[in-house]
């Protein structure tokens, strides 16, 4: 029983282990020049893309058993350079402020004081109109191009220089610099991932392991609480052997099913001793009391020719009564002893086996020709 409780244990610890190995086939890929990037792949697929780079170095941009869509450098957001939702590592201008998404990207008339105004297709294409050119301010009114061209046409005065400030200071830098700076931000904020994974990943093979642990150790406690049961239900019967372990049996869960099976199990081997017990007396005892007696083959075949006989009196030869005389004496040994010519007993000769079956024999002959 303990070798197999062992088996069991070893098999849940592989068991286990594999399920720790499949976790752990795909991971998080952050390498920005990646078509990969933010997406889950296996390790084998990361170290073939980092081949291809050499700045890519797969310890810092793939994240073992860790999901994109936890980390803070996948994150979406809406980009001014092109109005749709990319990764923020991936926005060069940065994001969309709340609230102001039509304001942003809408078409509109760009009006730079002292220089030029045309229609842009968006508030970011006319700032880097504004910085391609040198100045720092500048205003931007959503509308159609035919109502840009009627506008541009008008002269009217702009807005009051410290309104464009206002309106300009969203942006904070050059188109390059702007870029710099996200793609600083993301590698901090990628770098902070990674610092904040490797601390969590030891702790989460520690609670895996421990998990196994716990399992294995429960396991083994059932394994010896069965193991003891069995050996005090089975201490005074032979132990059966089950085609399936006991702990499937849906009767090994109710004490009151297993009393009762128990009572039921003594009785029948209590029953079964007496049987026996009773079987030997009558073979081998004198009393003719007992409850079972036994009887051979041969002795039931002599009853049925007695039987026979017995509906054909009217109609036996000589030889016949006498043979049904012998059986008489030998089927009911314990009547009293018939009476001769004489008028003296007559003692009842013992017939041996030897005899019987001739007798027998004779019998079946004489049937067999009527």
């Not at 840009?148 to 009051?160: E, G, I, S, V």
């Not at 490797?198 to 396991?219: K, Q, R, V």
Request: with cysteine.
């Amino acid at each position: 029983m303990m070798k197999r409780g062992l088996l069991y244990l070893l098999i849940i610890a592989f068991f286990v282990f594999f399920i720790r190995s499949t976790v752990a086939q795909t991971g998080c890929f952050l390498y920005e020049g990646s078509p990969f990037y933010c997406q889950e792949i296996s390790p084998v697929q990361a170290d073939q893309e980092c081949s291809f780079s050499d700045d890519c170095l797969l310890s810092r941009v793939f994240l073992e058993n860790q999901r994109c869509e936890m980390q803070a450098s996948c994150e979406k957001i809406l980009c001014k350079s092109s109005c749709q939702k990319e990764f923020i590592a991936r926005c060069v201008a940065g994001g969309v402020p709340v609230g102001k998404e039509q304001e942003w990207c809408s078409p509109g008339c760009c009006q730079i004081p002292g220089s030029n105004c045309e229609f842009k297709g968006n508030k970011w294409l006319c700032e880097i109109s504004v910085l391609n050119s040198g100045k720092s301010t500048f205003q931007f009114t959503p509308m159609n191009q035919e109502q840009c061209f009627t506008h541009c046409q008008t002269p009217a005065p702009l807005t009051t220089v410290e309104q464009v400030v206002k309106a300009s200071s969203i942006i904070s830098s050059p188109p390059l610099v702007i870029n710099q700076s996200s793609r600083n931000g993301s590698r901090t904020l990628e770098t902070r991932a990674l610092k904040n994974n490797n601390s969590e990943s030891p702790f989460l093979i520690f609670l895996l392991i421990f998990i196994a642990l716990f399992l294995i150790f429960l396991f083994y406690v059932l394994l010896r609480k069965l193991d003891l049961k069995n050996k005090r239900r089975f201490h005074f019967t032979v132990r059966r052997e089950f085609p399936f372990p006991r702990i499937f049996s849906p009767f090994s869960s109710n004490p009151e099913v297993q009393q009762h099976l128990r009572k039921i199990r003594e009785q029948h081997d209590h029953k079964s001793k007496e049987n026996q017990r009773e079987y030997l007396l009558a073979k081998f005892g004198k009393d003719t009391n007992l409850k079972y007696r036994v009887e051979s083959e041969e002795f039931r075949r002599l009853r049925h020719l007695v039987k026979y006989y017995g509906k054909q009196q009217k109609s036996l030869t000589k030889e016949e009564k006498n043979l049904f005389r012998r059986l008489e004496e030998v089927i009911h040994p314990q009547q009293s002893p018939s009476l001769g010519s004489n008028g003296k007993e007559m003692k009842v000769q013992k017939t041996t086996a030897e005899e019987r079956r001739k007798i027998f024999s004779r019998l079946e002959q004489l049937s067999s020709q009527k």
